[in-house]
């Protein structure tokens, strides 16, 4: 049997690098690489050493947020291989449309650890949550902290960010709760009871412990300040005098804008939400969108070498998905 798996993983990682190499030609080819370069030439190589050496920890504390949100479901996932399959799925989120890679990143746990699909979701989708929730927090200080008279456009952002987000999540929950309960589910819609049992039974698992609660947003909270600390160090290597409450807030929004994946790796879109909350505290808005380019293409390049070497040099089977297979097991699925 190992003889048969050698040669399909190998096929596997050569498609991975294809199709990341054809996404990357796209993209690259839609951008103005002589203003780009002047840019980084502007900033300098050294600053731009330092910011990829600091954008490498993160990665690593995904992989472990994600170690510890799936410990908290009952799944026991190593941390080196966690950490690579942790940055694998958001590289493929970068190539793959409608954030396919945290479908396969599910898959791929499924497949070598036996994580239940369910319990697999939600870990996943938990990480999605808390970013959302500490970024949205973090956003919310940095306003705070903006100069008297800035404020009124940024304002505007995070109370619609925080009503979009209660919301959301309240909402959620009373569907989940009350009308997807059993006795409510006739005909058709009892389809829909595995998939309630598969993810409402994680989800409180993963609200029980208010101690693992401060943990993983305490996680979460260092992968952003870091990044906040990289789009501060380029503005200022830039020569824009930006504080780093201001860069907070752009990182939040820029990062809200992905939420819906307009574009491959939302290359325009993350440019444009960054350079227009930097406009809050009067950057201009040519330089801010330099800054936030040059920020996000460090952001995704780092990722991208990363997620390719860890499926290099590590066995995932993101690829080996059968969507019928899927469908099946979440058919059969009565609870995680």
């Not at 793959?96 to 650890?113: E, F, I, M, S, Y």
């Not at 619609?160 to 589910?185: D, M």
């Given at each position: 049997?190992?003889?048969?798996?050698?040669?399909?993983?190998?096929?596997?990682?050569?498609?991975?690098?294809?199709?990341?190499?054809?996404?990357?030609?796209?993209?690259?080819?839609?951008?103005?690489?002589?203003?780009?370069?002047?840019?980084?030439?502007?900033?300098?190589?050294?600053?731009?050493?330092?910011?990829?050496?600091?954008?490498?920890?993160?990665?690593?504390?995904?992989?472990?947020?994600?170690?510890?949100?799936?410990?908290?479901?009952?799944?026991?996932?190593?941390?080196?291989?966690?950490?690579?399959?942790?940055?694998?799925?958001?590289?493929?989120?970068?190539?793959?449309?409608?954030?396919?890679?945290?479908?396969?990143?599910?898959?791929?746990?499924?497949?070598?650890?036996?994580?239940?699909?369910?319990?697999?979701?939600?870990?996943?989708?938990?990480?999605?949550?808390?970013?959302?929730?500490?970024?949205?927090?973090?956003?919310?200080?940095?306003?705070?902290?903006?100069?008297?008279?800035?404020?009124?456009?940024?304002?505007?952002?995070?109370?619609?960010?925080?009503?979009?987000?209660?919301?959301?999540?309240?909402?959620?929950?009373?569907?989940?709760?009350?009308?997807?309960?059993?006795?409510?589910?006739?005909?058709?819609?009892?389809?829909?009871?595995?998939?309630?049992?598969?993810?409402?039974?994680?989800?409180?698992?993963?609200?029980?412990?208010?101690?693992?609660?401060?943990?993983?947003?305490?996680?979460?909270?260092?992968?952003?300040?870091?990044?906040?600390?990289?789009?501060?160090?380029?503005?200022?290597?830039?020569?824009?005098?930006?504080?780093?409450?201001?860069?907070?807030?752009?990182?939040?929004?820029?990062?809200?804008?992905?939420?819906?994946?307009?574009?491959?790796?939302?290359?325009?879109?993350?440019?444009?939400?960054?350079?227009?909350?930097?406009?809050?505290?009067?950057?201009?808005?040519?330089?801010?969108?330099?800054?936030?380019?040059?920020?996000?293409?460090?952001?995704?390049?780092?990722?991208?070498?990363?997620?390719?070497?860890?499926?290099?040099?590590?066995?995932?089977?993101v690829f080996s998905a059968d969507l019928s297979g899927v469908?099946?097991?979440?058919?059969?699925?009565?609870?995680?």
């Amino acid at each position: 049997m190992a003889t048969e798996r050698a040669p399909s993983a190998g096929r596997r990682r050569r498609l991975a690098l294809a199709v990341a190499v054809a996404v990357l030609a796209a993209v690259g080819a839609s951008l103005e690489w002589d203003e780009v370069g002047r840019r980084m030439a502007q900033a300098g190589p050294v600053l731009l050493a330092v910011c990829t050496l600091v954008y490498l920890p993160p990665w690593v504390l995904r992989g472990l947020r994600w170690r510890q949100l799936a410990a908290d479901l009952g799944d026991s996932v190593p941390l080196w291989p966690a950490t690579c399959l942790a940055t694998v799925g958001n590289m493929l989120n970068l190539i793959l449309p409608a954030k396919a890679g945290d479908l396969l990143w599910t898959h791929a746990a499924h497949v070598r650890w036996g994580v239940p699909y369910g319990r697999g979701v939600v870990g996943v989708l938990a990480g999605r949550v808390l970013d959302l929730v500490v970024l949205a927090g973090l956003g919310g200080v940095a306003l705070v902290a903006l100069p008297t008279g800035q404020e009124e456009h940024g304002a505007t952002v995070a109370l619609s960010v925080a009503a979009v987000l209660g919301g959301g999540i309240l909402g959620v929950q009373l569907v989940l709760r009350r009308r997807l309960a059993r006795p409510l589910l006739r005909g058709p819609l009892a389809r829909l009871v595995p998939l309630h049992d598969a993810l409402v039974g994680p989800a409180d698992a993963l609200t029980g412990s208010p101690a693992r609660a401060v943990l993983h947003c305490s996680t979460t909270g260092v992968i952003w300040l870091n990044e906040t600390l990289v789009a501060w160090l380029l503005a200022q290597g830039m020569g824009l005098d930006v504080s780093l409450a201001a860069s907070m807030f752009a990182i939040m929004v820029a990062n809200l804008s992905k939420i819906v994946p307009l574009t491959p790796a939302s290359i325009g879109t993350y440019e444009v939400a960054g350079a227009i909350a930097l406009g809050v505290v009067g950057v201009p808005y040519e330089d801010a969108f330099a800054v936030v380019l040059v920020e996000h293409l460090l952001k995704n390049g780092v990722n991208l070498i990363l997620g390719l070497v860890a499926l290099w040099i590590e066995d995932l089977p993101v690829f080996s998905a059968d969507l019928s297979g899927v469908r099946r097991a979440w058919a059969q699925l009565k609870g995680a």
